[in-house]
């Protein structure tokens, strides 16, 4: 096989193996919602705490525990899937603030 071949050859190869990560990467955060809340609520204690709407497709979901402070904001689709958009530690309610208090 002639050099440009075997160059040629590598280089599809690598941008197959490269678009096959993209995908698998994008993949792992994605499955059922319930599924997901499920492993929220026994992995780390999380339920849901507020929903919000992103648009016609989308809603947004925010998962806490509230003994340990963790939290998971989720994208739901409409079809049911739900992904992982971040999640951290240490979250906190805070109380409403007076009215007539300006930002």
């Known amino acids: 096989?002639?050099?440009a071949r075997y160059l040629l050859f590598f280089s599809a190869v690598l941008l197959l193996l490269l678009a096959w990560a993209k995908y698998a990467l994008a993949?792992?955060?994605c499955?059922?919602?319930d599924?997901?809340?499920m492993r929220?609520?026994?992995?780390?204690?999380e339920a849901l705490q507020s929903r919000?709407?992103?648009?016609?497709t989308q809603i947004l979901e925010?998962?806490?525990a509230q003994d340990t402070g963790t939290w998971t904001v989720l994208t739901v689709q409409s079809n049911g899937n739900a992904c992982v958009l971040t999640s951290g530690q240490h979250f906190v309610t805070l109380p409403p603030e007076p009215k007539?208090?300006?930002g």
């Open 1 to 3: 096989m002639s050099r």
């Open 27 to 29: 993949q792992a955060n």
């Open 40 to 45: 929220l609520a026994t992995g780390y204690g």
């Open 52 to 56: 919000g709407y992103i648009n016609e």
């Open 35 to 37: 599924f997901i809340a």
């Open 31 to 33: 499955a059922p919602r």
């Open 100 to 102: 007539g208090i300006d």
């Open 62 to 64: 925010i998962y806490v």
